[in-house]
T-cell receptor
Framework: GNSVTQMEGPVTLSEEAFLTINCTYT??????LFWYVQYPGEGLQLLLK?????DKGSNKGFEATYRKETTSFHLEKGSVQVSDSAVYFC??????????????FGKGITLSVRP | DSGVTQTPKHLITATGQRVTLRCSPR?????VYWYQQSLDQGLQFLIQ???????AKGNILERFSAQQFPDLHSELNLSSLELGDSALYFC??????????FGSGTRLTVV
C-alpha cells in the first residue's frame, strides 16, 4: 500500500536558517504530493502541492519538487521565521484510484524556530 | 473559516461512554474523510464517505462507526470509549478540482 516517510524530529533552528525536511514515498500509480502545516492548536492547512513529476510546489517561501526518480518531495525554505514554528506533514493522494481518494500522511515533524 | 465545520471542538467523557462527532463539509464537496491524530500514531485515516456511500476504510475500530447523511454532513460515532481513544479527530472534505479542506478538529478526552 501507499506510505510516506518523513525524517525524524523535532527540528530546532535559529531564525533565518535554511530549512530542509525530507519526505519520501511509496505508491502505486502516480500520486499527487502535498505538504500540510499545523500551527499550535489549529487544524491542518495546505502549504503546497505538486501533481506530477518535476512539478515544483511553492507557497510562503517554502518549496518542494516532485522527484519521481528518487520518490521524494523534500520541503525547503531559504530563511525561516519564528512564525514558521509548527508541525509539518508530508502526504500523498493516489488519484490513480479515482477522484476523491484519501490522503496518506507521514508522521509529521515539529519545527521550532528560535529568535 | 476553512469551510469545513466540526462540532464540538472539545469533548470530555468517561470510559465506556459513547459520543458523536459531527462534520459539515465545504459546500459542494461530496467526499468526507475522518482522521484520528494521536501523539504515538500520528494522523491515521479512519473512513471515507462519498455522496452518502462508504468509499474507503482505514484503521477504524469496530467500536467506531460513521455515516454520511443526504445533506452530506457526516457523523463519527465512538462507543465503549477507552482511555486510548483520547485524540484529535479531524474531518476533511474534497471536491473535483478543489483539493482537500480540513476542519479544525474535535479534541476528545476520555477520563
Amino acid at each position: 500500500g501507499n506510505s510516506v516517510t518523513q525524517m525524524e524530529g523535532p527540528v530546532t533552528l535559529s531564525e533565518e536558517a535554511f530549512l530542509t525536511i525530507n519526505c519520501t514515498y511509496t505508491a502505486t500509480g502516480y500520486p499527487s504530493l502535498f505538504w500540510y502545516v499545523q500551527y499550535p492548536g489549529e487544524g491542518l492547512q495546505l502549504l503546497l502541492k505538486a501533481t506530477k513529476a518535476d512539478d515544483k510546489g511553492s507557497n510562503k517561501g517554502f518549496e518542494a519538487t516532485y522527484r519521481k526518480e528518487t520518490t521524494s518531495f523534500h520541503l525547503e525554505k531559504g530563511s525561516v521565521q519564528v512564525s514558521d514554528s509548527a508541525v509539518y506533514f508530508c502526504a500523498l493522494s493516489d488519484l490513480h484510484t479515482g477522484a476523491n481518494s484519501k490522503l496518506t500522511f507521514g508522521k509529521g515533524i515539529t519545527l521550532s524556530v528560535r529568535p | 473559516d476553512s469551510g469545513v465545520t466540526q462540532t464540538p471542538k472539545h469533548l470530555i467523557t468517561a470510559t465506556g461512554q459513547r459520543v458523536t462527532l459531527r462534520c459539515s463539509p465545504r459546500s459542494g464537496d461530496l467526499s468526507v474523510y475522518w482522521y484520528q491524530q494521536s501523539l504515538d500514531q500520528g494522523l491515521q485515516f479512519l473512513i471515507q464517505y462519498y455522496n452518502g456511500e462508504e468509499r474507503a476504510k482505514g484503521n477504524i475500530l469496530e467500536r467506531f462507526s460513521a455515516q454520511q447523511f443526504p445533506d452530506l454532513h457526516s457523523e463519527l460515532n465512538l462507543s465503549s470509549l477507552e482511555l486510548g481513544d483520547s485524540a484529535l479527530y479531524f474531518c476533511a472534505s474534497s471536491g473535483p478540482g478543489y483539493g482537500y479542506t480540513f476542519g479544525s478538529g474535535t479534541r476528545l478526552t476520555v477520563v
